[in-house]
């Protein structure tokens, strides 16, 4: 006698290719869209960084309110404030010529993009606009996932 169909072997075997096959595709497109994250905060700190300096040429100061040839050591965690000078002003920077952004001021995983005048680099304090990346891990925190422009360079 002859029989049609599977077996419970054949079918749980193809069960389990699709099922590892499902894995694999999501852990590639997870892998897709932190990077597009990731590709998407250099752009916009690209964007930020250009603001920040037509600020500090066209007022002398950062968006944490010292003076453009001293940062100082006051770091500004949100940007999009009237006393960092991006959008708006609070009457603290005298030749304001902006808005300098109107872009959104929060990173692809939902922080804000922070001014840091003494981040440190291999020991080396530098001015920076910056993303504390995927982690999120903040303040004077300084690790491998920021993501971050220099603007002393």
């Given at each position: ?35 597009s ?36 050591s ?65 303040r004077n ?13």
């Open positions: 006698m002859k029989r049609n169909g599977f077996s419970l072997v054949e079918i749980m075997v193809v069960v389990g290719i699709i099922g590892f096959l499902a894995i694999v595709a999501g852990l590639a497109i997870g892998r897709g869209i932190q990077g994250h990731k590709n998407q905060a250099t752009a916009e700190l690209d964007m930020i960084s250009t603001a920040v300096l037509q600020l500090a040429w066209d007022t002398g100061k950062w968006p944490n309110g010292q003076l453009r040839i001293n940062g100082g006051i770091e500004k965690w949100e940007l999009s404030s009237g006393t960092c000078g991006l959008k708006d002003t609070d009457g603290n920077y005298s030749h304001w010529k902006g808005p300098y952004y109107d872009g959104a001021l929060i990173d692809p995983w939902g922080n804000p993009y922070f001014f840091d005048p003494d981040y440190k680099i291999e020991g080396i304090n530098h001015v920076v606009v910056g993303s504390f990346g995927p982690n999120g891990g903040g925190l300084y690790d491998s996932d920021d993501i971050y422009v220099l603007l002393d360079d």
